[in-house]
């Protein structure tokens, strides 16, 4: 095991490190040494008595306005599985779940089921929850469950009522986080990570970020070029679309899996008898989607209308379990279903990890909001734009695209980010990993952080389905395992091919059920 120690006391000119990451306005602020947050040694403890003694975590302090350095801190939860092996230890690698609003306290443990010998010989594996996220100083905006649903059709006679929810939402939320809220952000969280390297005694580090995760360990390469190792971005977001754009690539992104799932249903009319042409199997599916408007359909303990069915268009990426799912509802819309209590999946919010202090129900959802309010100036703030705009991308995404461009909260958000949103423009060596049909982050997404990332190169898996790859024996593990254990990126970009169709745990959706319902896919 290794026994590095790890320094009490960081240098000056690691100090000195952190300014370049700072505003010009905070220069003078950060013309001193920060001791602070800097000069801190981590108190490692056994995170749990139920988990293995290798797996420690420890709290840090960090700013919360890093303008301020000497003013309030909040507790930044940090946790560790050492390197397998001293002499072929290379550093640390930080991990991120996605969200934002994803707590990543326990990664460590559960990647080290699924990352290869080779990562974990060389790398001290690091979890943390960010900023306002479950250990680490949770925020709540004290939401209903009606309030944390934001899966909202447009309909002309709810608008004035979806208006409200919006503005409720933000009130709520500066009144009980205001003074937070505008510090809630993806550079500052950036920032924590640097703090967690320099107070680790490391140079540089390296990093695996999912989902949302992507974004942050762009952002961390474009304020830290120096001091980004190896970097791996799965299942991307692109950064030029935060983050309006990437709730509506949803939508755009639905439409051709829906097509490709009307051809691949077509051809297999035999088995599911939804349609012997794509056209066949379409009107099927919107025949369906039209009766539950006039008339709810039971299935598995909910009453589904026609708006419910398509929010559940993340089904569609993976082409089997759509068309087993479409036949049962159906079969329910005919009466022939069996009754049951719901399917809800996975819960929405992630589970928190069995130790630490409790955690506001509501705190994947305003965190969540936290930063996509506060990561970008560019929410519209008219109503009207965000009723024009889901009028027009109804007709031209009708799976989702009315949900996508309908009113979010941060229309009435009070306290924009403390600063304007970051451009990703760097050169900095880094692998990104996409399936072809990711329903999170589509393609598009992907090739999105491609572009910006100028030093990158990316692993497609064509056929892939899911959201999420590296650690789930995919083609796209060799390489990603072969960048951090050596260092080399491919030469050129790669593409891989998945079983088509797969049939994994990640393809698995719920039957489509009411926008609220635990389950429904609905994050980063």
Excluded at 67 to 94: N, W
Excluded at 119 to 137: A, E, H
Excluded at 245 to 269: N, Y
Excluded at 289 to 295: D, F, L, R
Aim: include cysteine.
């Amino acid at each position: 095991m290794l026994s590095r120690r790890i320094a009490p006391v960081l240098a000056a000119s690691a100090v000195a490190a952190l300014i370049p990451a700072l505003t010009p306005a905070t220069a003078s602020a950060a013309a001193n040494p920060l001791p602070q947050h800097l000069d801190q040694r981590p108190a490692w403890h056994r995170c749990n008595s139920a988990a293995p003694a290798s797996f420690q975590c420890a709290t840090l302090k960090v700013p919360l306005d890093y303008s301020r350095p000497g003013g309030k801190k909040i507790d930044l939860a940090i946790s560790r599985i050492k390197a397998t092996s001293t002499a072929e230890r290379r550093g640390v690698l930080l991990l991120n779940p996605g969200g934002p609003g994803g707590p990543g306290l326990d990664m460590p443990q559960s990647l080290s089921a699924e990352l290869p010998k080779s990562v974990q010989r060389k790398y001290d594996l690091i979890g943390f929850d960010p900023r306002g996220v479950g250990q680490s100083s949770p925020i709540s905006c004290g939401l209903t469950a009606e309030e944390e649903n934001w899966q909202r059709p447009y309909k002309a006679a709810l608008f004035a009522k979806d208006v409200k929810w919006a503005r409720t939402v933000a009130e709520k939320c500066d009144a009980k986080q205001g003074d937070e809220l505008p510090h809630i952000t993806t550079r500052n969280t950036a920032r924590d990570m640097d703090v967690i390297r320099a107070v680790l005694g490391e140079k540089k580090i390296s990093y695996l970020g999912y989902s949302y995760g992507t974004y942050l360990g762009a952002v961390y390469t474009q304020m830290f070029p120096r001091r980004s190792d190896r970097i791996v971005l799965d299942s991307a977001i692109d950064p030029a679309r935060i983050w309006r754009g990437m709730i509506q690539v949803w939508a755009e992104g639905s439409e051709p899996a829906f097509t490709r799932w009307s051809k691949w249903t077509a051809q297999r009319h035999a088995t599911y008898k939804l349609g012997n042409t794509p056209d066949k199997v379409r009107k099927t599916f919107w025949a369906l989607v039209a009766e539950a408007n006039k008339k709810p359909i039971e299935l598995n303990g909910a009453s589904l209308s026609g708006d419910d069915i398509r929010a559940g268009r993340a089904m569609f990426f993976s082409v089997r379990e759509a068309a087993e799912q479409i036949v049962e509802l159906k079969k329910a819309a005919a009466g022939k279903g069996q009754s049951s209590t719901p399917d809800t999946g996975a819960p929405e919010r992630p589970a928190p990890p069995a130790f630490g202090r409790a955690v506001p129900a509501d705190n994947y959802s305003a965190s969540f909001w936290a930063v996509v309010c506060s990561d970008t100036r560019a929410w519209p703030r008219d109503p009207e734009q965000y009723r024009r705009d889901a009028i027009r991308d109804k007709a031209k995404y009708p799976l989702y695209g009315d949900f996508a461009s309908h009113i979010k909260p941060c229309a009435f958000w009070k306290k924009k980010g403390s600063e304007p949103a970051t451009t990703i423009d760097n050169k900095v060596g880094v692998l990104t990993l996409l399936n072809e049909w990711d329903s999170q982050t589509p393609l598009s997404s992907g090739l999105g952080m491609h572009r910006a990332m100028k030093g990158s190169r990316m692993v497609t898996v064509a056929g892939g389905v899911g959201h999420g790859i590296y650690g789930s024996k995919s083609c796209a593990d060799k390489t990603a395992t072969a960048y951090l254990t050596t260092g080399k990126l491919p030469a050129k970009d790669v593409t891989c091919k998945a079983p088509a169709p797969e049939r994994s745990s990640a393809a698995k959706l719920p039957i489509p059920m009411p926008p609220g319902i635990p389950g429904l896919p609905g994050r980063f």
